[in-house]
C-alpha cells in the first residue's frame, strides 16, 4: 500500500497530469441575434401553439414548468482516530481487522490517523482500505525531515505517523504535504495536510491531521503544544497563499489537551471552531477512554469511563473547522469494536460545504 502513498504533488511523475482532464467543454451554438430572426421564431412558436389547441379540439391549458430544486449537497464526513500504536506490547495484527471496521462502518470521506508505526503500515489494513476505495495521504516525509534540519540517520521512527485517508471516488487530491513538529523531542509528531476537490460541486477545502505533544506536566508542555497549533496556522496562512485566501479547511488529531488548554485558544485565535461545542447534535462521551485491557479470552476489551467521568470537556481529540463549513453532527463512536481496539475513539463529524 506504501507503494501508491501519495508522497508529494499528486502530479509527480507525469508532468503532462491536468487537473481539468477529463472535463467536456461546451459544444458552440451560432448566434442569431437579429431583431428578424427573433420575430420569426416567435411566430412559429404562436403557429405551433394554436395548431395543438386545434388538433386538440378546443383551448390548450399551458402548464407551468416546474422549477428544478438545486441538489442538497451530500454532508462529508471526516473521521478522526488514534489506533494506539504498538507501543505497549498491543500487537498490530490482533486490532487491525477491528480498526478497518471501525472506519468502513461509518464510511468517512476523510480519515485522520495517529499512531500509525511501520508495523501499522506493514499490515493489510492499508491494502484493504485501498480495495474499498480510500487512497492513503503521507506527504513528501524526505522533505519534512530536510524542513526539520534532520541531519542524522534515518530510522523507523523518522516516518509520517499521521497519515489521511481520502475516498476517490467523491474527492480529487489537488496538494499535499506533511511537516514533522520537533524532531528532537518526538519524531512521531506531525501533521499532514491535502487540498481535495470535490468532484460533484468543484467545492474545495484543506484536510489537516496532526498530534501535538503528549506530556502533561504542566506550563512547559502546554507550551510545545501552543507551538504545535502555531506551526498548524502557519502552514494554514502558506497554502491559502497558493489555493485563495478563503479556502476552508479542517482539522482532526489527538491533540492531547482539552478545549480549555492554550493550543485551543491559539487555534480559535486563528479562526479555528470546534465541532464538539459548535456543532449543531453533539457527543456527550470523552474521547479517550483509557487501554483496553486483556480478559480471559485473551483478547482486548475496552470501557468507556465511569459515568461521571465520561463527559465531553475532558475530551483530548478534536475535529476543528473554519468559516465556509457547517458542522451538523459531532459523534464519539462507543461501540465495542471501536472500544476494543484502542485507548482513543473515533471521533466523526459530518460537515454542509
Same mark, same amino acid.
Given at each position: ?163 489521511? %485517508?481520502?475516498? +476517490?471516488?467523491? @474527492?480529487? #487530491? =489537488? ?9 528532537? &523531542?518526538? !519524531? ?38 501552543? %507551538?504545535?497549533? +502555531?506551526?498548524? @496556522?502557519? #502552514? =494554514? ?9 478563503? &479556502?476552508? !479547511? ?104
Amino acid at each position: 500500500m506504501t507503494k501508491v502513498a501519495l508522497r508529494g504533488k499528486p502530479d509527480a511523475g507525469n508532468p503532462h497530469v491536468r487537473f481539468d482532464e477529463g472535463e467536456v467543454a461546451l459544444a458552440a451554438t451560432p448566434r442569431r441575434g437579429s431583431l428578424l430572426y427573433k420575430a420569426s421564431s416567435l411566430i412559429s412558436l404562436s403557429v405551433a401553439v394554436a395548431v395543438c389547441a386545434v388538433a386538440f379540439g378546443g383551448d390548450l391549458e399551458l402548464q407551468p414548468i416546474p422549477a428544478v430544486a438545486p441538489r442538497p449537497s451530500v454532508p462529508l464526513k471526516f473521521l478522526t482516530f488514534n489506533i494506539w500504536g504498538d507501543y505497549f506490547n498491543n500487537p498490530v495484527g490482533e486490532r487491525e481487522a477491528g480498526v478497518e471496521t471501525s472506519i468502513l462502518k461509518v464510511r468517512p470521506d476523510v480519515v485522520s490517523l495517529q499512531e500509525v508505526t511501520p508495523n501499522w503500515y506493514k499490515s493489510p489494513m492499508f491494502a484493504n482500505l485501498e480495495k474499498a476505495g480510500y487512497v492513503l495521504v503521507r506527504g513528501d516525509e524526505d522533505a519534512a525531515l530536510k524542513r526539520a534540519a534532520f541531519s542524522g540517520k534515518k530510522t523507523a521512527k523518522h516516518i509520517n505517523h499521521e497519515p489521511l %485517508l481520502y475516498r +476517490r471516488d467523491r @474527492l480529487n #487530491l =489537488l496538494d499535499c504535504g506533511t511537516d514533522f513538529f520537533h524532531l528532537s &523531542l518526538q !519524531a512521531e509528531k506531525s501533521v499532514t495536510w491535502a487540498v481535495l476537490e470535490d468532484k460533484s460541486d468543484k467545492r474545495r477545502f484543506v484536510a489537516f491531521g496532526t498530534h501535538f505533544w503528549w506530556q502533561s506536566n504542566g506550563k512547559e508542555s502546554d507550551a510545545i503544544r501552543e %507551538l504545535n497549533a +502555531r506551526h498548524v @496556522l502557519w #502552514l =494554514l496562512a502558506d497554502i491559502r497563499r497558493k489555493w485563495g485566501a478563503e &479556502l476552508p !479547511a479542517i482539522l482532526g488529531g489527538d491533540l492531547n489537551s482539552t478545549e480549555r488548554s492554550i493550543a485551543h485558544a491559539m487555534l480559535r485565535n486563528g479562526g479555528f471552531l470546534n465541532a464538539a461545542s459548535n456543532a449543531d447534535t453533539r457527543s456527550p462521551h470523552c474521547s479517550h477512554h483509557g487501554n483496553p485491557k486483556r480478559g480471559e479470552d485473551g483478547k482486548y476489551h475496552g470501557s468507556l469511563r465511569p459515568e461521571n467521568n465520561d463527559t465531553p470537556d475532558r475530551s483530548i481529540d478534536h475535529i476543528y473547522y473554519t468559516k465556509g463549513i457547517h458542522a451538523l453532527r459531532h459523534e464519539i463512536v462507543t461501540d465495542q469494536t471501536a472500544l476494543d481496539v484502542s485507548d482513543h475513539c473515533p471521533v466523526l463529524v459530518e460537515f454542509s460545504l
